[in-house]
């Protein structure tokens, strides 16, 4: 009996928050000056952002019902303030974020997680924890505060959030915008 084929997916699929190109340069600047300081696995400037939902493979067949599940969500524009600079053990990451998700981050994330809950979706973790990964393979703690303060804050006007994909090519992994949701589009 021959088997189905699998219905194509496709390629991996996340919900972030994407700098504009100001915002950008001053994570990458933040990034060069410790970068000379502190060996881990950087970030390239054009894969920073902060993830809201990751998703994952889909099938390209309901790509559209995720789709139209974000366009319903409302976004009202909001500053978010990241301000300190934390590390994750596991995976040994270095961030950039706040400590807490302010209220109107949070009621992005919430009012998408409610969107995408009829489609399947489940958050992949119980607390949401805002961040911009800035280096992987970190080792101990964070750099010192007067090593960054002439970066810090980092503030960030939001007027959108974006759909993105990830792929992986021969150089690396590449990311592109798929989809601008909200009043920056």
Do not use: C, N
């Not at 939902?53 to 789709?67: N, T």
């Not at 959108?160 to 592109?176: I, K, Q, W």
């Amino acid at each position: 009996m021959a088997e189905t084929p699998a219905a194509p997916l496709t390629p991996r699929l996340f919900f972030a928050l994407w700098p504009d190109d100001a915002l950008r340069h001053r994570l990458h600047a933040l990034v060069r000056t410790l970068k000379s300081r502190h060996p881990a696995r950087w970030v390239p400037p054009e894969r920073l952002h902060l993830t809201l939902h990751y998703l994952g493979r889909l099938p390209v067949a309901d790509l559209e019902h995720w789709i139209g599940a974000a366009e319903a969500v409302p976004v009202m524009p909001f500053e978010l303030r990241l301000d300190r600079l934390g590390v994750f053990s596991r995976p040994r990451v270095l961030w950039l974020g706040a400590d807490r998700a302010p209220p109107p981050l949070q009621a992005l994330h919430d009012a998408l997680t409610a969107g995408l809950e009829p489609l399947g979706y489940r958050p992949h973790h119980e607390q949401y924890r805002p961040h911009v990964t800035l280096a992987r393979k970190w080792r101990g703690a964070p750099p010192p505060q007067q090593e960054v303060e002439a970066w810090l804050p980092v503030d960030w006007s939001v007027t959108e959030f974006v759909l993105v994909e990830s792929r992986d090519t021969p150089s690396g992994v590449d990311y592109r915008v798929i989809r601008r949701f909200g009043a920056g589009r």
